[in-house]
């Protein structure tokens, strides 16, 4: 509903909004297919009752490249951009990229590694 809501406003004035809201929609979709994903992954796992490492690697894929986005987010935010008019972001446009990246592979590898550890301990009990 309130996706909806954001829809019909963007629409309404989409002559007049700055960049930062095109990104908090993109945010609103990336929430939406993080959601769906999670959702598909729960429902295999309930209808076949065990656990599927593909699903788990796409929903923390989906939930890493939301945060990422986020963190996108808010480092532009501080760095004044959508405040200023004229903020200096190309002038630090390789740092970012660079800060981005690193953030995106340290929390994909952190979150596939605690979901390995947790689940797999779950599979191998199953086993036993």
Do not use: P
Request: hydrophobic fraction near 55%; avoid cysteine; charge should be positive.
């Amino acid at each position: 509903i309130v996706g909806t809501i954001w829809g019909v406003f963007m629409l309404i004035y989409r002559n007049s909004l700055i960049s930062l809201q095109h990104f908090l929609s993109l945010l609103l979709v990336l929430e939406f297919i993080e959601s769906l994903v999670w959702f598909l992954m729960l429902w295999v796992s309930n209808r076949t009752g065990t656990i599927h490492w593909a699903w788990l690697t796409a929903t923390v894929l989906t939930s890493s490249v939301k945060r990422t986005a986020v963190g996108l987010l808010l480092l532009l935010i501080s760095l004044g951009y959508g405040i200023m008019n004229k903020a200096k972001i190309s002038d630090n446009k390789r740092l970012i990229i660079i800060i981005i990246t690193f953030y995106f592979a340290v929390s994909t590898a952190q979150e596939l590694v605690t979901t390995y550890i947790r689940e797999g301990i779950v599979s191998s009990d199953l086993e036993v």
